[in-house]
C-alpha cells in the first residue's frame, strides 16, 4: 500500500536533518543534526503519517532524543521503520520536550517500494567452516550473511541485482564461488516475497608439496606430477616437480590452492628416468586436509630394475 503525506511541513522555530532520508520497512533512522532546541531535554521522534500530530505516529516507530546544555545532540535512540509500513512518503517528527507533546520539527522520510528475498548458501565440502558474505546493491537489508545452508531474508528493491560477495582472503585460505569468482548475483523479484536463491561455495586452503631424494643425488628429465581437487574438480595436475640433476636437496611447489578435506598425491613414480632406473616415492604420498600452511613431504629413492648376474666358469672347463 502507498502511503501518501500529501502536507507541507509547519515553519517550526526547530529544525532537524535525518540519516538516511528513505529505506526499506525493518531499518531505522537516527537525527544527525538539530538546531533551536530546548537545552538539557529530552524529546520524542517518532515515524508518522502527519507532520504536526504526535498522535499519528506509527505504532512501534518512536524513538527518543536527549540535548546537552548547548541544546545539541547528546544520546538519542533511532526512529524504527515498522515491517509493515507501506511504501510512500512519511515525516520523521520530534516533539516534547517530555512529557510534552507539541511538535517543534520534522523531516520528509520515503519508505521505499521492497521485496523479500531469501538467500541460501552452502559449501560445497561437508565440514568445512561457513563464510560470513557481504551484500551490496539494490539498498540490501542487511548487509551481510552467514552461509551456513541456511535460508535467510534479506530486503531489496525489486528487480534489481543484488552482488554477493566472498570474505577476503586468508594467509592459508579463501572463500570461492564456481569458476573461481569472488563475487555472485542474483536478481529479485517484481514484488513481494521472491522465490528461495540456492547458492554454493567452495573454501579452499593453501599448502606445499616437495619432494626429497634419499641416499642418492636426482638424475636429469626427472618429473614429479601431482595432482588433487580444484573447485569440485578432481584429478587436475596441480603442479609438476622438476628436480635438478646432481642436487641432493627438496624441490617443491609452494603456494598451491586446493579444495577442503580433498586429496592430493604425488606420482608415485617419478617420470624420465633412465634405463632400468626408477624413482619411487614412498608412502604416505597422498594428503587429505582441512588447513592450509602446511609442508608436504615425499621421500623419493633411487632403484634398479632389471638387474640380472651371471656366473661363469673361467680357467677351467668344468666346475667342480
Not at 502511503?3 to 537525527?31: D, E, H, K, L
Not at 554477493?164 to 563475487?183: E, I, L
Request: proline content about 5%; hydrophobic content about 30%; charged content about 5%.
Amino acid at each position: 500500500m502507498i502511503v501518501a503525506a500529501n502536507q507541507v511541513s509547519p515553519a517550526y522555530a526547530a529544525s532537524i536533518t535525518i540519516s538516511p532520508t528513505s529505506g526499506f520497512p525493518g531499518s531505522t533512522i537516527s537525527i544527525a543534526s538539530v538546531s533551536g532546541l530546548s537545552s538539557s531535554s529530552t524529546y520524542t521522534d517518532c515515524l508518522s503519517t502527519s507532520s504536526s500530530s504526535s498522535s499519528l505516529c506509527l505504532s512501534g516507530s518512536a524513538g527518543s532524543l536527549s540535548t546537552n546544555n548547548g541544546g545539541n545532540i547528546q544520546s538519542q535512540t533511532a526512529v524504527s521503520v515498522p515491517t509493515a509500513a507501506g511504501a510512500g512518503s512519511y515525516f520523521v517528527i520530534l516533539y516534547g520536550p517530555n512529557p510534552g507533546t507539541t511538535v517543534v520539527a520534522s523531516a520528509t522520510y520515503t519508505v521505499n517500494p521492497s521485496v523479500t528475498q531469501p538467500i541460501s548458501l552452502a559449501t560445497v565440502e561437508l565440514g568445512a567452516p561457513a563464510a560470513s558474505f557481504s551484500l551490496s546493491g539494490c539498498s540490501v537489508t542487511p548487509t551481510t550473511l552467514v552461509g551456513d545452508g541456511n535460508p535467510h531474508n534479506v530486503t531489496s528493491s525489486p528487480s534489481c541485482a543484488i552482488t554477493v560477495s566472498t570474505p577476503s582472503d586468508q594467509t592459508n585460505s579463501r572463500y570461492r564461488f564456481s569458476g573461481g569468482t569472488t563475487t555472485s548475483a542474483l536478481v529479485t523479484c517484481s514484488s513481494g516475497t521472491c522465490a528461495s536463491f540456492l547458492g554454493s561455495y567452495y573454501y579452499q586452503i593453501k599448502n606445499t608439496y616437495q619432494a626429497t631424494p634419499v641416499a642418492s643425488t636426482w638424475d636429469s628429465g626427472l618429473s614429479i606430477s601431482i595432482t588433487g581437487t580444484q573447485l569440485g574438480t578432481s584429478g587436475l595436475t596441480l603442479c609438476t616437480l622438476s628436480p635438478t640433476a646432481g642436487s641432493s636437496s627438496a624441490v617443491s611447489c609452494s603456494n598451491i590452492w586446493t579444495d577442503y578435506n580433498a586429496a592430493v598425491s604425488f606420482a608415485p613414480v617419478a617420470s624420465g628416468a633412465g634405463l632400468n632406473i626408477q624413482w619411487v616415492g614412498k608412502a604416505p604420498i597422498s594428503f587429505t586436509q582441512t588447513s592450509g600452511g602446511n609442508t608436504n613431504n615425499v621421500n623419493f629413492y633411487k632403484q634398479y630394475t632389471s638387474v640380472s648376474f651371471k656366473i661363469a666358469a673361467n680357467a677351467q672347463s668344468t666346475y667342480d
